[in-house]
């Protein structure tokens, strides 16, 4: 597995560093990743997969992929798979150690009985809505439920009925009885279960009575000895109704610590909202490459090794901050820089015609696969008298530091020849549809025997052999840095965030699969679409080049 050859020093790494000094668990590293399977996976569970499974990896350890499923409302198998499918392409593997909260349903009941029989817990009957009314706020104390002191007996009696089902749903709730005054609210006598007559995906119709999350969420960590329970921020709260809870029924306590989650520009990272996007149709489904889900940036073209590094590079915090999308893209450039071969295509195709080339001539040109990759070798690519480039690299007036072509201008076709344009064709609206070139044939290989120089060198592709394709060219899936903290969120999408090209490719791509990654030389990094066919073939842009001219054009504007 590739990854950053100098690890970034963080707390957890340090903390975990003096646990195994202390001998504090015994030399034991046990992590987990625990996703609720009600969504897909997306950047933000990256950095969380990357942090759990690297800390297990290199201090020696086990790292645990535990579903949390204790909602069966909202999950489903699909989410389960895709997970799966997730965590194994980022590069980890949990061996034997696959988890689901539902394993540990009889546990959880057997422990709720056991704080029913200590006095720490009862069944309440007030509504949902009353219990909100009830629990107070910040600076108001809540008030007592009216069944707060119901017997033991009784309690026990009426959560029995509600394992058999004899209430409909909302009309009971066993809470813990902690203190309803305290100054952290979740200790105000949270609810441990409800009642819920539905089938989960993996225990049927066994239960209609479901453990809540905060319920399961340090049970589960303490069944299997987890030794540090890594969470996000919004957990440290909860931190001490976890306390308590192990604490209360004396069981294996793990270290729960908490770092900031992942917050990256121009996406969101909210489950309810990306599921709001794919329920409505706004993306083509979780895996739309502008997702930020990790189905979605592979389908991009994204590498696993891409995503590693990345979340190794922004670190590990107790601080919120926003991650600029930039550092993203510059790990997937570095990783394909020296990996992509390197092809041309041509992405809004203007003909040029090589007047004193040849008719029906057609030679084969040397063009190196990869120059960052000595070992790649090279390839044939045709050269003939009929040529496509691209419609922004002339300009009939072009303006200072616009080093491509013009009329009467002199440049460098790509490991081909130098050509000069003589004259410009346009149709009767005065659209430019033909560039008529003269080239010199001295000049094979991309160099002058005279020593004169060209400023501009452009890609181009044969007429005569390009291959059509589809080439889908995506930016930002919203236009604000921080699309989450607007409640109407859908505002902001970018109505620009695709565009779809019909490009002319060089014939070296004819028979490439799905997953195929290549640089479009000049144009940016490229991969072949799912959905792409030998009759059909598509292209998704994973991300840019830098243009140079582009940065320059951009500040005369």
């Not at 439920?145 to 009696?157: A, T, W």
Request: with cysteine; net charge negative; proline share 6%.
């Amino acid at each position: 597995m590739e990854t950053l050859d100098e690890k970034i020093p963080h707390f957890i790494r340090e903390i975990i560093t003096e646990d195994n000094q202390t001998n504090k668990w015994d030399n034991r590293v046990v992590t987990r990743f625990p996703p609720e399977p009600n969504g897909y996976l997306h950047i933000g569970h990256a950095k969380s997969i990357c942090l759990n499974f690297g800390m297990a990896l290199e201090f020696g350890g086990q790292c645990h992929l535990r579903f949390d499923d204790t909602n069966p409302v909202k999950e489903e198998d699909e989410y389960v798979h895709s997970i799966i499918e997730d965590v194994k392409w980022l590069g980890f593997d949990w061996g034997e150690h696959l988890y689901y909260a539902s394993d540990y349903f009889q546990q959880m009941y057997d422990h709720a009985i056991i704080l029913i029989k200590k006095g720490l817990a009862y069944v309440d009957d007030q509504s949902a809505e009353e219990i909100r009314h009830t629990r107070g706020t910040l600076t108001k104390p809540g008030q007592n439920s009216p069944y707060r002191d119901r017997s033991v007996e009784e309690n026990l009696d009426l959560f029995e009925q509600m394992k058999k089902g004899e209430f409909p749903d909302g009309t009971k709730v066993l809470r813990a009885r902690i203190d309803m005054t305290a100054s952290n609210i979740n200790l105000r006598d949270p609810v441990i279960y409800r009642i819920l007559h539905a089938a989960h995906h993996r225990t049927g119709d066994d239960w209609c009575i479901y453990p809540m999350y905060d319920w399961a969420h340090g049970l589960e960590d303490s069944v299997e000895k987890i030794t540090h329970s890594i969470c996000t921020l919004e957990f440290e709260d909860h931190r001490p109704l976890y306390d308590w809870y192990l604490n209360m029924l004396e069981a294996y306590h793990p270290q729960q610590i908490e770092f900031a989650r992942l917050n990256l520009a121009y996406t969101i990272m909210s489950k309810r909202k990306l599921l709001q996007l794919v329920r409505e149709g706004h993306v083509s489904g979780w895996d739309d490459p502008r997702m930020p889900t990790i189905s979605g940036l592979r389908r991009r073209g994204y590498t696993p090794a891409s995503i590693r590094n990345f979340a190794e590079r922004i670190g590990v915090a107790k601080r919120e901050s926003m991650v600029d999308m930039a550092m993203l893209e510059f790990c997937i450039r570095e990783d394909l820089n020296k990996l992509a071969p390197r092809v041309m295509g041509v992405l809004d195709p203007l003909k040029v015609v090589i007047t004193n080339y040849p008719e029906g001539q057609m030679e084969e040109l040397d063009c190196i696969n990869n120059p960052e990759a000595p070992d790649a070798g090279s390839r044939k690519v045709p050269f003939s008298r009929e040529l496509f480039v691209e419609r922004d690299d002339f300009r009939e007036d072009p303006p200072k530091k616009f080093f491509r072509l013009g009329p009467g201008r002199e440049v460098r076709l790509r490991y081909a020849y130098f050509i000069t344009c003589q004259d410009v064709v346009k149709d009767a609206a005065g659209n430019i549809t033909e560039l008529h070139c003269t080239y010199d044939p001295a000049t094979k290989g991309g160099d002058s025997p005279d020593g004169r120089k060209v400023k501009g060198t452009l890609h181009w592709v044969s007429a005569q052999h390009a291959l059509d394709a589809e080439v889908r060219l995506y930016d930002r899936l919203f236009t604000e840095p921080d699309p989450g903290a607007k409640e109407d969120f859908l505002s902001l999408m970018n109505p620009d965030s695709i565009c779809v090209t019909q490009a002319k490719l060089e014939p070296a791509l004819r028979n490439v699969k799905p997953g195929y990654q290549c640089q479009f030389e000049r144009k940016g990094y490229f991969c072949v679409d799912k959905d792409s066919t030998a009759e059909n073939l598509i292209f998704n842009r994973t991300v840019t080049l830098r243009d140079t001219w582009a940065k320059i054009e951009q500040k005369l504007i």
